[in-house]
């Protein structure tokens, strides 16, 4: 850190250059892009793949904002598909019925750290020439079959937002791809289109990754392998504890998924408000990963979606609660959660 301050670069130098290098053999991948968040990670992705205006490509209705803005921001028709309530990702049947002719690519996103079925996904995306943006901002680290996710697409998009499993002291993100040719114009793209000192060869913008964050999150990545150990032991302890529950059920895995548990995800059919002030009540904080889902936000109203369009995804919104889960959480905090979620009883109906 210091070395940093002491050398007089703050933005793409060295730390970045090794950053970059380490990160994409991590993931699997030949190239990995530094940019300014997750977000930026996403726009610059779809911005390289160059999109015609009005092309169709699926997404999750059920996650964060950030996928579905980068679409709309380079052009592209934002087409939700309904989400699998095994695990809240995109359903492969909803995808596959989403695909029109105009349809070029799809854009997964791996929720609450644990792959979606990414491929059926992407035997989808071979069988009708699209392509594959994978979101990976919750996932990093997370492997299908051993694979690591982020490595499967055309593309992938990390975020190293503090809370995120590689977090920064501050924003960050990078683009993931076996493309060469991706990875160039995402560069290029990161610093306003420029392909050397001001020659432009397309408009862009400027988000990069900064040296200190760079340097911060190259001694990190090393460890995230170790956190995400144990933030899945502790799962493994809230799913033992939760198994037969009749009110309170863990999200299921997929068999070839292997999950960092950036979250740890219940679904409450009955009474998930009442819950959640119940482990208020014992000082446990909970969250509402998402309390509305993205095709009934104001933002998009304009493609037309209405309440009972997406009903998974509409369900998922009104039962999910994300507990805390975090590495190294002390036994005393686990074994308080888990006394707050058994003690709890929905409430009964009618009065
Ligand atoms: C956090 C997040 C992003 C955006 O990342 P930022 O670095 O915050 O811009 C995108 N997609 C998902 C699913 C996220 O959780």
């Given amino acids: 850190m210091l070395a940093v301050a002491r050398s ?12 970059e290098l380490d990160l994409a053999r991590f993931v699997g991948v ?11 990670a996403l726009y610059l992705a779809l911005a390289g793949i160059q999109l015609e205006h009005g092309s169709e490509v699926v997404t999750s209705p059920f996650t964060f904002i950030a996928a579905a803005e980068a679409l709309h921001r380079v052009g592209a028709r934002v087409v939700f598909a309904d989400i699998d309530l095994l695990d809240f990702s995109l359903s492969v049947d909803a995808t596959d019925a989403a695909v029109t002719a105009r349809t070029v690519g799809i854009l997964p996103v791996h929720l609450f750290g644990s ?8 035997a989808i995306a071979e069988s009708r020439d699209l392509f594959v943006l994978e979101d990976a901002a919750q996932a990093l680290g997370a492997r299908w079959n051993g694979k690591r996710i982020g490595s499967f697409g055309v593309a992938g998009a990390a975020s190293f937002f503090p809370s995120k499993p590689l977090g920064g002291m501050g924003d960050g993100g990078a683009v993931l791809t076996n493309s060469s040719e991706l990875a160039k114009r995402v560069r290029s793209l990161r610093v306003h289109g420029a ?9 862009g913008t400027n988000s990069r990754l900064d040296e200190l964050q ?3 999150l190259q001694v990190k990545l090393p460890q995230i392998d170790k956190y995400a150990i144990s933030r899945r032991r502790i799962a493994a302890i809230f799913g033992n504890a939760l198994a037969g529950n009749e009110w309170i059920r863990p999200l299921g895995g997929r068999p070839y998924g292997e999950s960092v548990y950036s979250a740890y995800t219940v679904s409450v059919p009955r009474g998930r408000d009442e819950l959640a002030n119940h482990l208020r009540a014992r000082r446990i904080s909970t969250a509402v990963y998402y309390p509305k889902p993205l095709h009934l936000q104001p933002v998009f109203a304009s493609l037309g979606y209405r309440v009972g369009s997406l009903p998974n995804a509409e369900r998922a919104s009104a039962t999910t609660l994300s507990i805390p889960i975090f590495a190294g959480m002390p036994d005393q905090w686990i074994n308080r959660v888990i006394e707050g979620l058994l003690t709890w009883r ?6």
């Fill in 8 to 19: 007089g670069r703050y933005i793409l130098g060295p730390n970045v250059d090794h950053f």
């Fill in 30 to 40: 030949s190239h990995s892009v530094g940019v300014g968040s997750g977000t930026d």
């Fill in 115 to 122: 792959p979606c079925d990414i491929q059926n996904i992407l």
């Fill in 195 to 203: 392909r050397s000192m001001y020659v432009y060869d397309r408009f």
């Fill in 214 to 216: 760079a340097a911060l």
């Fill in 346 to 351: 929905p409430p009964t109906r009618g009065g």
